[in-house]
């Protein structure tokens, strides 16, 4: 037990009670119990039905589908937690949806991520973990300590178990070419790189070049997150085009919304497509052609060492 907070307790919203009870299972806890439900008015209300007062409280709520219900609840919740005595509050946000929204690139739109950032203070967080955002100076938005986790070193073992012969590393653009770049010397293989431009802000991709040898080898594509599929699948298909042989996906968050999956299974180009569990991938989302890497003992871990007061730094060097 750490020295400046009571006992751990771990919630769960409503967002990935499966990760969350994961979570609990490599910590050895049982899940907190709190109650979270709308009312017939679509109010959200929670209800903590355990004592918190000086505890150090742990929220495990990815941002997923419905983004903003769930981002509610989660306000919600650290509210609850603030009033009902919490000793420290920190906030599990596997996947923080809105770190897309980060910049003012073209007159009069908003910092989205910037702005739920602010919220989550308000409410009364005191610290954040995540896992691979969008951005990495996402972090900067908040004044409080934010802790990103990265998924790379589970990706890296599950392909380094696939024994690809001759492979090479995509990134799907520019911007996600560093972290790919990590990837790909982990991996002992060299890095390309698609050029792609976005057409407009709605989710049409046009993919234009493939900067690098593809030519006859096996190809990671590798992005921070997986959404409607429009990226890998323009990306896969330039790869087939340049001469890639077997092509995989691979990102942390799989949020493959409404026919997603099923656009990626009806993409020959595209033998498999690896994702994490930051967000649910179940049901109609789990298509045969996905595998979803599990990331529990990661948070776990890294939730045990905050507690603990121990570095998290020190579980990736
Ligand atoms: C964008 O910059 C991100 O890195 C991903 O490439 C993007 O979020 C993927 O979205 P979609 O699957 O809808 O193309």
């Given at each position: 037990?750490?020295?400046?907070f009571?006992?751990?307790?771990?919630f769960?919203?409503?967002?990935?009670?499966?990760?969350a009870?994961?979570?609990c299972?490599?910590?050895?806890v049982?899940?907190?119990?709190v109650e979270?439900?709308k009312?017939a008015?679509?109010n959200?209300?929670v209800?903590?039905?355990q004592?918190?007062?000086?505890?150090d409280?742990?929220?495990?709520q990815?941002?997923?589908?419905?983004v903003?219900?769930r981002?509610?609840?989660?306000?919600?919740?650290i509210d609850?937690?603030?009033?009902?005595?919490a000793?420290?509050?920190t906030a599990?946000i596997p996947y923080y949806?809105?770190?897309?929204?980060d910049?003012?690139d073209?007159?009069?739109?908003?910092i989205t991520?910037?702005l739920?950032a602010?919220?989550?203070e308000t409410?009364g967080?005191?610290?954040?973990i995540m896992?691979?955002l969008?951005?990495?100076?996402?972090q900067?938005?908040?004044?409080?300590?934010?802790?990103e986790?990265?998924?790379?070193p589970k990706?890296?073992?599950y392909f380094?178990e696939?024994g690809?012969?001759n492979s090479v590393?995509?990134a799907?653009?520019?911007?996600?070419?560093k972290?790919?770049?990590?990837?790909?010397?982990?991996?002992n293989?060299p890095?390309?790189?698609?050029?792609?431009?976005r057409?407009?802000?709605?989710?049409?991709?046009?993919?234009?070049?493939?900067?690098?040898n593809?030519?006859?080898?096996a190809a990671?594509?590798?992005?921070?997150?997986?959404?409607?599929?429009?990226?890998?699948i323009?990306a896969?298909?330039?790869l087939?085009r340049?001469g890639a042989t077997?092509?995989?996906?691979c990102?942390t968050?799989?949020v493959l919304?409404e026919?997603?999956s099923?656009?990626?299974q009806?993409t020959?180009?595209?033998?498999?497509?690896?994702v994490?569990d930051?967000?649910p991938?179940?049901?109609?989302?789990?298509?045969?052609?996905i595998?979803v890497?599990?990331?529990?003992?990661?948070?776990?871990?890294?939730?045990?060492?905050?507690?603990?007061?121990?570095?998290?730094?020190?579980m990736?060097t």
């Amino acid at each position: 037990m750490s020295d400046a907070f009571g006992e751990m307790v771990v919630f769960s919203g409503n967002a990935h009670r499966e990760l969350a009870r994961r979570i609990c299972d490599y910590l050895n806890v049982p899940v907190g119990r709190v109650e979270v439900f709308k009312f017939a008015n679509d109010n959200t209300f929670v209800r903590i039905l355990q004592n918190v007062r000086q505890r150090d409280v742990f929220i495990v709520q990815p941002t997923a589908e419905p983004v903003n219900d769930r981002i509610m609840e989660m306000l919600i919740m650290i509210d609850a937690a603030q009033r009902a005595s919490a000793g420290r509050i920190t906030a599990v946000i596997p996947y923080y949806s809105y770190a897309r929204t980060d910049k003012k690139d073209q007159p009069r739109v908003p910092i989205t991520a910037r702005l739920i950032a602010d919220l989550l203070e308000t409410a009364g967080t005191d610290r954040v973990i995540m896992v691979d955002l969008h951005a990495a100076q996402v972090q900067g938005f908040f004044r409080v300590p934010v802790d990103e986790l990265t998924a790379l070193p589970k990706q890296v073992e599950y392909f380094q178990e696939k024994g690809l012969e001759n492979s090479v590393v995509v990134a799907t653009d520019i911007g996600i070419s560093k972290r790919a770049r990590d990837f790909a010397d982990r991996m002992n293989a060299p890095l390309a790189i698609i050029e792609k431009r976005r057409t407009s802000n709605h989710d049409d991709v046009e993919t234009l070049n493939v900067i690098g040898n593809v030519d006859g080898r096996a190809a990671i594509l590798f992005d921070d997150e997986i959404s409607t599929g429009g990226t890998v699948i323009a990306a896969a298909e330039a790869l087939a085009r340049f001469g890639a042989t077997d092509i995989y996906a691979c990102a942390t968050h799989g949020v493959l919304p409404e026919d997603a999956s099923q656009r990626l299974q009806q993409t020959p180009e595209i033998r498999e497509v690896v994702v994490t569990d930051t967000v649910p991938v179940n049901g109609n989302k789990l298509t045969p052609q996905i595998t979803v890497l599990s990331i529990a003992d990661l948070l776990g871990e890294a939730i045990s060492r905050i507690h603990r007061g121990e570095s998290v730094g020190a579980m990736f060097t």
